[in-house]
């Protein structure tokens, strides 16, 4: 079993949909997850950064943490053509010297 | 905001050269780098974690005499693809940690012929 799990799509919605993507994992010892926006043959850029268990919203996106349950979502409102890309979710114990897991990537 | 900065974007090599690619961090000290792979429609497989002034950590199967990795400051860390082969054909990304982010440069495709 991965550590992460990430459906990888694609994903394919219209335009002004409200899109729900997620991760489950399984190390219990993750404490910061983050989702990251991938275009295609460029580097990852950080959308989402959360602590621990919560919300956290930033204009039309939307992390979720739930780590009871181990899971984790990205919900991005009125989707636009722009929001087309890879998105991936990653997650570490601890920053600094921790390695990222990432997931393997939804393709919306 | 922070930003990681990759060089070249792309290259291509001929089969048994090696090629260099840098990965700078812009306005932030990094002692700490990352070094991912990502094959297409994949996810990015970790390389190694790249240390200032010490060796880099490989991940298993990653070979370091192949992969060599050099972070001689705070701002610079580079990976070395020595004699390279169509297999390692790939898109290399670094990465960087400033505070509680991790930010990732460009990434530069590598095309072996």
């Known amino acids: 079993q991965k550590e992460v799990e990430q459906d990888p799509g694609p994903l394919s919605v219209p335009e002004g949909a409200i899109v729900s993507l997620n991760c489950t994992y399984s190390?219990?010892?993750?404490?910061?997850f983050m989702w990251y926006r991938q275009y295609s043959r460029k580097g990852p850029e950080l959308l989402m950064y959360?602590?621990?268990?919560g919300n956290k919203e930033d204009g039309r996106f939307t992390a979720q943490v739930d780590k009871s349950s181990k899971y984790i979502s990205l919900f991005i409102r009125d989707s636009q053509p722009s929001d087309s890309a890879t998105y991936l979710c990653?997650?570490?114990?601890?920053?600094?010297?921790?390695?990222?897991?990432f997931g393997t990537g939804t393709r919306l | 905001g922070a930003v990681v900065s990759q060089h070249p974007s792309w290259v291509i090599c001929k089969s048994g050269t090696s090629v260099k690619i840098e990965c700078r961090s812009l306005d932030f000290q990094a002692t700490t780098m990352f070094w991912y792979r990502q094959f297409p429609k994949q996810s990015l497989m970790l390389m190694a974690t790249?240390?200032?002034?010490?060796?880099?950590?490989?991940e298993q199967g990653v070979e370091k005499d192949k992969f060599l990795i050099n972070h001689a400051s705070l701002t610079l860390s580079t990976l070395t693809v020595t004699s390279a082969h169509p297999e390692d054909s790939s898109f290399y990304i670094c990465?960087?940690?400033?505070?509680?982010?991790?930010?990732f440069g460009e990434g530069s495709w590598l095309t072996v012929v």
């Open positions: 190390n219990s010892a993750f404490q910061y």
């Open positions: 990653a997650m570490t114990p601890n920053f600094g010297n921790e390695k990222l897991t």
């Open positions: 959360t602590y621990s268990s």
């Open positions: 790249s240390n200032e002034g010490s060796k880099a950590t490989y």
């Open positions: 990465s960087a940690s400033s505070g509680n982010t991790i930010y």
